[in-house]
């Protein structure tokens, strides 16, 4: 098992949109056993769908009357609406089959970030002081049979200046209920042209949080 449910990052412009969100799986009944939501501590409820083989390892592994700690890509559904689709849980402390006390969180199943971390690198599209808005083009590796996923848009909220439009951006973002929230930000470079230049010349790097957080 990797130290960390978030992998390092091994290409400078490396897209992703991976998060941990901790919370108890409701499944929308037996028949849909695979759409949900998830509860938070605070009982906020957030839309969400079980990828691949979690569904199995939920039913025999997990007590699924317990929040637990889950490896989520974020999609927006709108702007005041998170969707997320669950990949994969972070919970060591179960896998070495340690008991919990006191209904505490185990160390091993806690995060230097803290819960509802969020690591974001993609294209910035879409920036507005105002009101705080920012968008990010995330495209999708391949898949083994040679699909093609669809880049998709992530609405976040936060500041990052109109002169990093067309730059790939590595973001730390932090949940806020239905929303993202960017803790601190890196512009990498500009992005690509067709012609194999980037745009607006020399790459360009900066912050826009006052807070840093290691992915």
């Known amino acids: 098992m990797r130290d960390h449910p978030i992998p390092a990052v091994t290409e400078p412009l490396q897209y992703r949109a991976i998060g941990v969100v901790r919370g108890e799986f409701r ?21 969400c769908v079980v990828l691949g083989r979690m569904l199995t390892l939920m039913r025999r592994h997990l007590d699924m009357s317990q929040p637990h700690l889950w490896v989520v890509y974020p999609r927006c559904r709108d702007e005041e609406h998170l969707h997320l689709q ?6 060591p402390s179960t896998l070495s089959r340690s008991e919990d006390s006191a209904g505490s969180v185990p160390a091993e199943d806690t995060l230097p970030e803290g819960d509802d971390y969020f690591s974001i690198r993609g294209e910035l599209i879409y920036t507005k002081s105002e009101t705080a808005d920012v968008v990010v083009k995330v495209r999708q590796q391949p898949r083994a049979d ?14 990052l200046g109109l002169e990093h439009l067309r730059h790939f951006v590595s973001l730390d973002v932090r949940r806020q ?31 826009s949080s006052t807070r840093s957080v290691s992915s």
């Open 146 to 159: 040679g699909f093609r996923p669809l880049p998709f848009k992530l609405q976040l909220k936060g500041e």
């Open 86 to 91: 669950i990949a994969g849980i972070w919970e």
């Open 177 to 207: 209920g239905q929303l993202l929230q960017i803790e601190s930000s890196e512009v990498i470079a500009p992005m690509p042209t067709r012609g194999g230049k980037g745009r607006g010349g020399a790459a360009r790097r900066g912050t």
């Open 27 to 47: 499944a929308d009944s037996d028949e849909k056993s695979t759409r949900g939501q998830l509860i938070d501590a605070d009982g906020q409820a957030l839309e």
